[in-house]
């Protein structure tokens, strides 16, 4: 059974950092893919970030490409994200998903992940 518990969000002013973090239990293949997703009212659930632990290949948004890095810590199975230069914009729920078998999906759609947290919410003011 796959267990995603998320981490660090908070509220932050434009130009700071935030680092996410999420717990996965059960993620045992090692062909998946981890993913973070952002989700505001009304809209849906948009890419940030996924990494394919089969390849060891990052993907991002164009978005967060250069402010944001994602990274998977195998022995602890946490992945995080590190984000930098914050935006007002980058302002949402922010969602971990996980797919225990990656190889031929595309890592940045939603509909790939079956399995998803509960979110930590991330607010960037001005």
């Known amino acids: 059974q796959v267990q995603l518990v998320e981490s660090g969000g908070g509220s932050v002013q434009a130009g700071g950092s935030l680092r996410l973090s999420c717990q996965a239990s059960?993620?045992?293949?090692?062909?998946?893919?981890m993913a973070w997703f952002r989700q505001g009212t009304g809209r849906w659930r948009g890419e940030v970030a996924a990494?394919?632990?089969?390849?060891?290949?990052?993907y991002y948004a164009d978005s967060v490409r250069g402010r944001f890095t994602i990274s998977l810590d195998n022995a602890k199975r946490t992945l995080n994200l590190e984000m930098t230069g914050l935006k007002p914009e980058d302002s949402d729920m922010y969602y971990c998903?996980?797919?225990?078998?990656?190889?031929?999906?595309?890592?940045?759609?939603?509909?790939?992940?079956?399995?998803w947290g509960q979110g930590t919410q991330v607010t960037v003011s001005s």
């Open positions: 998903a996980a797919v225990l078998s990656c190889g031929g999906r595309n890592p940045l759609r939603a509909y790939e992940y079956p399995h």
């Open positions: 059960g993620v045992t293949s090692s062909d998946h893919c």
């Open positions: 990494f394919y632990a089969g390849g060891g290949q990052s």
